[in-house]
């Protein structure tokens, strides 16, 4: 889902040199309340304003050009600056600006969309709602594992389970499912005890010494049957997963764990409900990431790469059984009582449509399986650096893990910033990337649509920054530096 930054991290990535009281930036500090940001720091320091876009990259105020090596929030697949997608908006915009797509009323995009969204799962799924946000999506198949239950004569299966570190979006009900702490504190969050969490799947962080990854997989597997048979397999309505948790540190799954978590889902007839917010779209190398880990979902979320975020759109699509308990629970109490006023609004379902087009015109999978292997094969080159843990990855997608001792995998005391200073350099040299709540780690998702001559410009840029970072750890004593 939508991914999020440490607080310190937030507020160095939207650092900015001081600027004037009437400079864009600050007067938008003036005006605007900044989501993810530190706001005191915004304070002092005024955002990076942006004012163009041009491919993999963006350009701010003065003209300088960076790299997106996120592409924005892990969701401008095609870049910035395709016109293709601004065209199929303008065109739909001429012919119907907006019209709602509830009771009885649709739209003629509406349905074409879904339509081909169907096509492209491995799965069957019966039915596709959208919905404006990957939060909004999250928030309504929570809505729809009790709906679910209470329809087929369950109604105390109402758990939700889904794992530490793992981000599902920030409205009541996904931000429940969010299993990360800063999401929650001072907001009262989770909103209820229906809300569990198990074990984060992180190997290098978390497997124990001589433990492969299969039997690591085997071990979170056991303890999530050991959570559902504590709680009571007949309390437990769905499990929450992203494929590669995105949020958390670009963290891909040990080998056999889905299979096995799979399994477990099985055997107690809890719904799995895979967050596609991320990986939907292409970015692992697959159409949805399930497909790349061979995980079976009941529904699934999409969202950010499904418009290439030129629009705001996500959608939930869910398998026939569930679809058949809101047909029944339909007729009971007359309607389906859930929408919002700008579902499958038909200007941002034209443009998630004629996206779609594209990634299969233009061969998008195939880019992303040929130069993800190069963007794979370029970030494990730091494995051997003295500052790099770990790195991981798959597709487009990868994660570099920064550590202060390499034996003992010990990362940086927090309050050092060493991430925020290596995001930081990587702005003055013209790439954006970001930092995620996984110990120090570096996430790199480009748009799907980068070449391997800009993969390899992306990491001279990462370098430099790297270089810049290991400079200042070394000068500063940092490696040695621990809490007290």
């Not at 003629?108 to 959208?130: C, D, I, Q, Y």
Request: proline residues 5%.
């Amino acid at each position: 889902m939508d991914d999020a930054s440490s607080p310190e991290t937030a507020g160095a990535e939207t650092a900015a040199p001081a600027s004037k009281p009437n400079s864009l930036g600050a007067r938008n500090v003036a005006h605007v309340a900044h989501g993810y940001a530190n706001l005191d720091t915004l304070e002092r320091t005024p955002p990076m304003v942006v004012t163009r876009g041009r491919g993999v990259s963006i350009v701010d105020e003065e003209g300088r050009d960076y790299i997106e090596g996120v592409a924005g929030m892990w969701c401008a697949n095609f870049g910035f600056s395709e016109n293709e997608l601004v065209e199929a908006a303008i065109e739909q915009f001429r012919a119907l600006p907006y019209y709602h797509t509830l009771i009885d009323k649709t739209t003629e995009p509406m349905g074409r969309l879904a339509e081909r969204l169907k096509g492209s799962t491995h799965v069957p799924m019966a039915r596709v709602f959208f919905a404006n946000s990957g939060s909004e999506a999250n928030d309504t198949l929570v809505k729809l594992a009790w709906y679910y239950h209470n329809a087929i004569g369950k109604p105390e299966k109402k758990k939700i389970v889904s794992r530490f570190m793992g981000f599902h979006g920030v409205t009541c009900g996904a931000a429940s499912v969010t299993g990360i702490p800063q999401m929650h504190t001072d907001f009262d969050l989770p909103v209820s005890e229906r809300f569990l969490k198990t074990d984060c799947p992180h190997f290098y962080r978390y497997g124990e010494a001589g433990e492969s990854e299969e039997d690591y997989a085997s071990r979170l597997a056991a303890n999530l049957e050991e959570l559902i048979l504590r709680e009571g397999p007949e309390t437990v309505a769905a499990f929450f997963a992203e494929p590669v948790m995105g949020g958390g540190g670009c963290i891909v799954p040990p080998r056999t764990y889905f299979e096995k978590v799979q399994a477990i889902l099985d055997r107690y007839e809890i719904l799995f409900f895979a967050d596609e917010v991320i990986t939907g779209s292409g970015r692992t190398g697959c159409w949805l990431g399930s497909e790349t880990f061979n995980i079976r979902p009941d529904g699934l979320s999409l969202a950010k790469g499904l418009a290439s975020a030129y629009q705001p759109i996500s959608a939930v699509m869910i398998n026939q059984k569930l679809y058949d308990a809101m047909l029944a629970e339909s007729r009971k109490l007359g309607f389906f009582a859930h929408a919002f006023t700008t579902t499958g609004h038909p200007v941002a379902v034209a443009v998630a449509l004629r996206c779609q087009e594209l990634m299969e015109e233009r061969d998008v999978l195939g880019n992303v399986t040929r130069v993800g292997a190069h963007l794979q094969e370029r970030i494990r080159a730091f494995a051997d650096h003295p500052l790099v843990g770990t790195t991981r990855g798959v597709g487009m997608m990868a994660a570099i893990e920064l550590v202060a001792d390499k034996e003992t995998r010990r990362s940086f005391e927090p309050s050092l910033g060493v991430k925020t200073f290596a995001v930081d350099r990587a702005r003055e040299h013209g790439l954006i990337i970001r930092s995620a709540l996984s110990g120090d780690s570096l996430a790199f998702a480009p748009p799907l649509v980068m070449t391997e001559a800009e993969v390899d410009e992306m990491m001279r840029r990462f370098t430099l920054a790297l270089d810049d970072t290991t400079r200042w750890v070394e000068e500063n004593g940092l490696q040695a530096k621990q809490a007290a």
